[in-house]
């Protein structure tokens, strides 16, 4: 599977934005999908998952109610809609792929990453 990130860019706080994550190969509907991401100095940390089976979502705390990671099957790609974004959302997002069930929390359960995609929030 190879991941392709995109929609990143710079927004002020408040604001929204759309990520976008396309994948490639036939078998993208049998793996779990996640955001992580990586703010300079910092490692990288989850965001937000779907599971493959039942399309269960699994969010870290802070971003509960502001980001909806959604996936399309259909058109193999996961969207990471977020909203309400602050300074401390500012970060490269990545889109990783797990071969589980359930979402990892982890990142070294992912086997597949995209090349990342830089958020900016301004103050």
């Known amino acids: 599977v190879q991941l392709q990130a995109s929609g990143g860019g710079l927004v002020q706080a408040g604001g929204s934005l759309r990520l976008s994550c396309a994948a490639s190969?036939?078998?993208?509907?049998?793996?779990?999908m996640a955001w992580f991401r990586q703010a300079p100095g910092k490692e990288r940390e989850f965001v937000a998952g779907?599971?493959?089976?039942?399309?269960?979502?699994h969010y870290a705390d802070s971003v509960e109610g502001r980001f909806t990671i959604s996936r399309d099957n259909a058109k193999n790609t996961v969207s990471l809609q977020m909203n309400s974004l602050k300074p401390e959302d500012t970060a490269v997002y990545y889109c990783?792929?797990?071969?589980?069930?359930?979402?990892?929390?982890?990142?070294?359960?992912?086997?597949?990453w995209g090349q990342g995609t830089l958020v900016t929030v301004s103050s």
């Open positions: 990783g792929a797990a071969d589980r069930l359930q979402v990892p929390t982890y990142s070294t359960a992912y086997i597949y």
């Open positions: 190969g036939r078998t993208f509907s049998r793996y779990t």
């Open positions: 779907i599971s493959w089976i039942y399309g269960s979502t």
